[in-house]
């Protein structure tokens, strides 16, 4: 990413795929962009349907895309985001109410957000149309984590620096 400044700097979340967009995020703040995937040559202008410039856009966190809604987590400040991929419009925003970076991607199943914080901590939320925080769980493992959450068959494979965990039925 060139800045306006010129300065190079590096992007680490991945971009997602909706709606007929692109939607990335910058890094350090920088805005999160939505453009069009049905042109050619330099889009930069006539491409971009949407930005969402708050400040509480993912510097590491790669957004999550579940059942018409863009879950977006800014893991340094722990705040959640809900958009409309084809709008960008802010439906809601919370935060998880614990100190501690985030560094892990948000994963999204049955109705549910998992995030796992650098200590350790999972956070379980709603994927509803309001921010709900529904559990807090601590896993005691002395060093931390910056593994998103895995699922597959009905569990979670929640891995930490000392142990893999799988929580299910």
Known sequence: LNRKDGEWMRIVPSPVSAAGL??????????MVAFRTD?????TEKGLVWSFDEKKTPDVCTPALYEGKLFVLDGDSQ?????DPKTGEKKWQGNLGERGVIRSSPTVADGKIYIINEKNTVFVCSAGDEFKLLSKT??????????SIAISNGNLFIRTTEHLYAVGK
């Open 22 to 31: 692109t939607i990335a995020a910058g890094p350090k703040k920088e805005q």
């Open 39 to 43: 042109l050619k040559g330099n889009i």
């Open 79 to 83: 705040t959640l985001t809900c958009l």
């Open 138 to 147: 601590a896993f005691p493992d002395a060093e931390g984590t910056r593994a």
